[in-house]
């Protein structure tokens, strides 16, 4: 089971940048993101498809149709450059496990 | 405040061993299935165990089976990495991961994370 991300996404400041995480059937699974700054603990954006943690500002949602989910950052700050990665906890196959997704680098311009 | 620090990293020839500690605290420990994650130099992230909060159910990645064994002392707070026939491509940084109790795991906390390089 892969989870699949585009590899690098840029944007302007103030403008939203989507990032998408694509599987087959990926609508059937919960999908977590996390934001990973260099040299920092991984941190939870959104879990569940598209709830926010306590203390993530409401620029952070996401989506989940199909065979793709998607993390929006809308207003899009300095301080959110960083790679996200998309993860789901596969099971129900013998075979619990987490997978996570390849990761986007967002830079922005 | 959940506080997760994972220590036992450092340099170790192919095909030696090494054995990672996470100390817990902030949270009732023996009450929490628990995760270790790693992130190789350049890469992603890598999910490489699970240990239920009983020990009873435990799982590794295909990456590491047979190799690392995961465990815990819920009476210490602390959860271990035995990681024996190390090879170059186990260089990594190691994450300590608290996920959350209920419904599809996601991983709420982590520590730091500590480096284990292994090169000749």
């Known amino acids: 089971f892969l989870l699949t991300q585009p590899p690098s996404v840029s944007v302007a400041p103030g403008q939203t940048a989507s990032i998408s995480c694509g599987a087959d059937?990926?609508?059937?699974?919960?999908v977590h993101w996390y934001q990973h700054k260099p040299g920092q603990a991984p941190v939870l954006v959104l879990y569940d498809d598209s709830e926010r943690p306590s203390g993530i500002p409401a620029r952070f949602s996401g989506s989940n149709f199909g065979n793709s989910a998607t993390l929006t950052i809308t207003r899009v700050e300095a301080g959110d450059e960083a790679v996200y990665y998309c993860?789901?906890?596969?099971?129900?196959?013998?075979?619990?496990?987490?997978?996570f997704g390849g990761g986007t680098k967002v830079t922005v311009l | 405040e959940v506080y997760l620090v994972e220590s036992g990293g450092g340099l170790v020839k192919p095909g030696g061993s090494l054995r990672l500690s996470c100390a817990a605290s902030?949270?009732?420990?023996?009450?929490?299935?628990m995760i270790w994650v790693r992130q190789a130099p350049g890469k992603g992230l890598e999910w490489i165990s699970y240990i239920s909060y009983t020990s009873n159910y435990i799982y590794y990645a295909d990456s590491v089976k047979g190799r690392f064994t995961v465990s815990r002392d819920n009476a210490n707070n602390s959860l271990f990495l035995q990681m024996n026939s190390l090879r170059v491509d186990d260089t990594a940084i190691y994450f300590c991961v608290r996920p959350n109790r209920d419904g599809p795991l996601h991983f709420d906390s982590w520590g730091q994370g500590v480096l284990v390089t292994v090169s000749s």
């Open positions: 059937n990926i609508a059937s699974q919960s």
């Open positions: 993860q789901v906890w596969k099971s129900g196959d013998g075979h619990p496990r987490g997978v």
């Open positions: 902030g949270f009732i420990f023996s009450n929490y299935n």
